[in-house]
């Protein structure tokens, strides 16, 4: 892999390394059992220069601000390196968020560009917010011949003839804007640095290597910023292949291990339970004695992998599984929500390693990460090297808040001092997640001390981004919470959010506002919908300026209620 | 080409027996979400058995912001 302590930004050494291997495979874009693109390090850049020379041609200057709204394909990493070559800031945005959220976001980005697929495009342009979109230069791809692009270009046809100019870039210059949150009106627009980036690559690469031949399996969108960095930035400076399934159904997953003989993927928990979910069916399918000996085997491959994995032996051992999965797999990194140690457990018995690792946007994205020296199910692992971890004021069980500083550390929260002060306290990254360090220094996870909820597709859910949605229902105020604020549990599954309600008459709650209620929540995405309500008489707590005191509402409602009183919706 | 009533009916009557619930519990303005308990990747399963029953394809981007079975027939209807 290439040296990233020598290098200042990810334009620079992305750029070295499309010269590097000119020859390897460095993107397959596969659709269902469909080939739709396979690029070579140097057609990569063949694809790229062209856009990054139209760019500078249409005032691209360094520090332009470019977003990207796309589902997981070749483009998107095409377009973020035409971005960096140019020294742009990236701004990778949700596909999956709402048009309005995503202008909201644009908007409070300042993106000056913008590049998104056509069916993502058609959607914002009708949304009632359109007119508000202020990005001068827009690139659609994947737009049928005749649609009507309101002004955009397309982003095929849209290519220079000449030679682009490389824009260098400091370490400490912001390298992308990424959103953790605040579509509800405190938009948390994350600032990483190139150092950041690079010493996150540094830091997984050491424990997770890339090289050329190894194939990742990216199902992720590379907005996520595991899949950017597991997904694009590792395997480029390594020289190794990312193969892009424009899918997530298990059936078509199933067959890209195979057929693209994967060595590393990532997911999130759910897929992971999926997985396990089909094989356990699959095992639980076959004939007694297949049965127990398939069970002596694993119990044979527990044995022998107890202190350390060996991935020989458990591939010869439990061939039929390990063939599964292609044969050439050397681990699945799962992150972004909280995976059951029995999970992690049962892949770990069948030889699958499964990389648990837990991180945030803020923290540059994983903090720490099962090293397997050895393999613990209980916990998320050791910080990687090059950050430190503490828990500040821990109780007596050695519970307290977990906090991170690193090179990896954001630099701050975009047009948000006040955000960045209460984040970053004297150089640590508070996380917000609560946690103990055990005596061989893994972290474990017990709760959060924030507002806010997680959901198993990795989705972090803050409250007052889903008020949005609820204003004007005819109730005198509400509020809404994660169950686990308000009650604090020492969990991190089953997280649920409930909504308060204050009515103008005091407790009797009219039965039309809790049908309109019901009825905004089941238009809500899925993963954001509230599981019930509490009925509270009393006026909210408010700041001078009228905002609602979180905190010390949570803390009176704590004093008088219990979980019982949430009724479903 | 059959009409969105039709379309709609036989997505209910499908995902009545792929998930084992009775066909007259299901209505058109139902949630999947809710009404099946599903989870997205379980979304995705129904979405590959209404391909294979109506003979299209459907990008998984299709099922973005859609949780009720009267806007999935109409995706799938646009799609006929």
């Known amino acids: 892999m290439l040296d990233l302590s020598k290098y200042n930004s990810l334009g620079e050494a992305l750029r070295v390394a499309l010269d590097r291997w000119p020859n390897e495979i460095c993107l397959i874009e596969a659709d269902r059992d469909r080939e739709n693109a396979r690029f070579t390090y140097r057609?990569?850049?063949?694809?790229?220069?062209?856009?990054?020379?139209?760019?500078?041609?249409?005032?691209?200057?360094?520090?332009?601000?470019?977003?990207?709204?796309?589902?997981?394909?070749?483009?998107?990493?095409?377009?973020?390196?035409?971005?960096?070559?140019?020294?742009?800031?990236?701004?990778?945005?949700?596909?999956?968020?709402?048009?309005?959220?995503?202008?909201?976001?644009?908007?409070?980005?300042?993106?000056?560009?913008?590049?998104?697929?056509?069916?993502?495009?058609?959607?914002?342009?009708?949304?009632?917010?359109?007119?508000?979109?202020?990005?001068?230069?827009?690139?659609?791809?994947?737009?049928?011949?005749?649609?009507?692009?309101?002004g955009a270009h397309r982003w095929k046809h849209f290519r220079g003839t000449l030679e682009p100019s490389f824009v260098p870039r400091a370490r400490n210059d912001a390298a992308c804007i990424v959103y953790s949150s605040g579509t509800g009106g405190n938009p948390k627009g994350c600032v990483l640095t190139h150092e950041n980036y690079l010493e996150q690559c540094i830091a997984l690469t050491s424990l997770y290597p890339f090289w050329p031949g190894?194939?990742?399996?990216?199902?992720?969108?590379?907005?996520?910023?595991?899949?950017?960095?597991?997904?694009?930035?590792?395997?480029f400076t390594c020289g190794a292949t990312v193969v892009h399934l424009r899918t997530l159904r298990p059936e078509y997953i199933r067959k890209a291990f195979t057929r693209y003989k994967i060595t590393y993927m990532s997911l999130v928990p759910m897929v992971l339970k999926n997985l396990e979910r089909g094989l356990r069916d699959?095992?639980?399918?076959?004939?007694l004695s297949r049965r127990k000996m398939l069970n002596a085997l694993i119990a044979a491959n527990r044995a022998l992998t107890r202190r350390r994995p060996h991935l020989g032996i458990s591939r010869a051992l439990l061939g039929q599984v390990h063939a599964a999965f292609g044969g050439e797999l050397r681990a699945l990194f799962v992150g972004g929500a909280?995976?059951?140690?029995?999970?992690?457990?049962?892949?770990?018995?069948?030889?699958?390693?499964v990389g648990n690792g837990y991180g945030c946007t803020e923290a540059g994205t994983v903090i720490t990460v099962n090293d397997f020296r050895p393999f613990r199910a209980d916990t998320v692992g050791k910080p990687l090297p090059g950050i430190e971890v503490k828990i500040v004021n821990p109780d007596s069980d050695g519970v307290g808040e977990v906090a991170t500083r690193s090179k990896m550390v954001m630099s701050h929260y975009l047009d948000a001092p006040e955000m960045t002060s209460e984040a970053i306290v004297s150089g640590w990254l508070m996380t917000g997640d609560l946690g103990r360090l055990d005596s061989s220094g893994h972290l474990q996870l017990f709760g959060r001390k924030k507002n806010m909820i997680v959901t198993e597709e990795g989705k972090n859910i803050y409250p007052e981004d889903i008020e949005?949605?609820?204003?004007?229902?005819?109730?005198?105020?509400?509020?809404?919470?994660?169950?686990?604020?308000?009650?604090?549990?020492?969990?991190?599954?089953?997280?649920?959010?409930?909504?308060?309600?204050?009515?103008?008459?005091g407790n009797s709650l009219d039965s039309a506002a809790v049908s309109e209620i019901s009825e905004r929540n089941r238009r809500l995405l899925n993963y954001k919908r509230l599981s019930g309500y509490l009925v509270w008489d009393r006026d909210f707590p408010r700041t001078a300026s009228l905002k609602i005191k979180r905190g010390e509402l949570a803390e009176m409602i704590r004093q008088t209620l219990t979980r019982d009183a949430v009724i479903p919706l | 080409m059959p009409t969105l009533e039709k379309t709609t009916d036989e997505i209910l009557a499908l995902a009545a027996v792929h998930f084992k619930v009775s066909r007259a519990e299901l209505k058109p303005e139902d949630d999947f979400y809710k009404k099946l308990g599903l989870n997205s990747l379980q979304t995705l399963d129904l979405l590959t058995r209404l391909e294979q029953h109506f003979q299209i394809e459907l990008p998984d981007y299709e099922l973005q912001g859609v949780s009720d079975f009267r806007t999935l027939a109409e995706r799938i209807h646009a799609r006929l």
């Open chain 1, 43 to 150: 057609q990569f850049k063949e694809a790229a220069l062209p856009l990054a020379r139209a760019l500078q041609d249409a005032g691209f200057k360094s520090s332009t601000r470019a977003a990207i709204i796309m589902t997981n394909q070749s483009k998107w990493l095409i377009s973020a390196y035409a971005i960096f070559f140019c020294g742009g800031v990236l701004v990778p945005l949700d596909y999956k968020l709402t048009p309005g959220e995503q202008l909201q976001l644009l908007a409070h980005s300042h993106a000056e560009f913008l590049i998104v697929e056509y069916h993502l495009w058609r959607a914002i342009t009708q949304d009632p917010a359109f007119s508000s979109l202020a990005a001068r230069v827009i690139l659609v791809t994947e737009a049928p011949a005749n649609a009507d692009l309101h």
């Open chain 1, 214 to 235: 190894v194939r990742y399996l990216s199902i992720l969108p590379t907005n996520h910023a595991i899949d950017f960095m597991v997904g694009f930035i590792g395997p």
């Open chain 1, 282 to 287: 699959r095992f639980a399918a076959l004939p």
């Open chain 1, 338 to 353: 909280f995976t059951e140690p029995a999970t992690l457990q049962f892949f770990y018995d069948l030889g699958i390693l």
């Open chain 1, 468 to 505: 949005n949605a609820l204003e004007g229902v005819a109730v005198k105020e509400f509020c809404i919470f994660a169950t686990n604020y308000l009650w604090p549990a020492r969990t991190m599954v089953g997280e649920k959010l409930v909504i308060v309600l204050h009515s103008e008459s």
